[in-house]
């Protein structure tokens, strides 16, 4: 006798399997949002914006209400549609060069509104869908397709801290936290933690999510998991960043 297993509620069964590259992240982070939003019983109170790049690829993965939007334009969509129904929970997910590259502004300024929206950023260090050149978050010598000599931070720059930026510039209430594919129950507790902020009308809610990218990488999965476990934490420290209740910088007492 076999038995179907058990899927959150959120999935929309009809789209499995996932459309990503094996070994690509963005499935483990998806599946971490989706039993947030169960065990938040919040499904049919969600709005599921994604930015293009992979995450578009997220447009039919849950059974909520989605919208896909223009490359970057993804925060401001959903901050429309929770100003316009502020009872409704909207989540913003993109991956890196949607949020720090050309969608860089509207994060910026979604964080220092302190809009009541939960936005979600994958890192993976490069722009993955469009054959793995060098995006915001790409580490220092790392090689990609547009630094093939690997990055040097004298030409280049150095990688963005999103969540060290957001935190810098939002006010009391906000949420803000990087979480790792490599550690999927600390990832879902941060995203229900995000989620939860949100819900309480407290601020803006920001979680980062280091995830793989073995295609554009060209590593094995030992390799694979190496740099994400070991190389990218050196850089993007893990953990939550802000956390509602907190003093600002500077506070007396």
């Known amino acids: 006798m076999s ?4 899927m959150p509620k959120s999935w929309n069964r009809e789209t499995k399997p996932h459309k990503f590259c ?4 963005h499935g483990l982070v998806l599946k ?18 994604c930015d293009i790049g992979c995450s578009l690829l997220a447009w039919d993965f849950f059974n909520v209400d989605t919208v896909q939007t223009h490359h970057g334009r993804t925060t401001p969509v959903v901050t429309g549609i929770k100003r316009a129904n502020p009872d409704v929970i909207c989540i913003a997910y993109m991956g890196d060069g949607g949020g720090y590259a050309i969608g860089s502004q509207h994060l910026v300024n979604a964080a220092a509104r302190n809009e009541r929206i939960t936005a979600i950023l994958v890192n993976n260090t490069n722009y993955a869908m469009t054959g793995g050149q060098m995006a915001p978050t790409t580490l220092p010598g790392q090689k990609t397709e547009t630094s093939p000599y690997g990055r040097d931070v004298q030409l280049m720059g150095y990688p963005t801290q999103g969540p060290e930026m957001v935190a810098a510039i939002t006010r009391e209430g906000a949420y803000v936290a990087r979480g790792t594919v490599a550690n999927l129950r600390q990832l879902k507790k941060y995203l229900k933690k995000a989620l939860e902020n949100q819900m309480a009308g407290n601020g803006f809610s920001f979680v980062e999510a280091l995830s793989t990218c073995p295609t554009n990488w060209r590593t094995n999965a030992k390799e694979t998991w190496a740099f994400l476990e070991n190389e990218m934490p050196k850089y993007f420290k893990v953990g939550e960043i802000k956390v509602p209740g907190q003093k600002e910088a500077g506070q007396d007492g």
């Open 32 to 49: 971490a949002l989706g039993e947030a939003i169960d065990e938040l019983g919040i499904q049919d109170k969600v709005v599921f914006g």
């Open 22 to 25: 094996p070994g690509c992240g």
């Open 3 to 6: 038995v179907e297993p058990q």
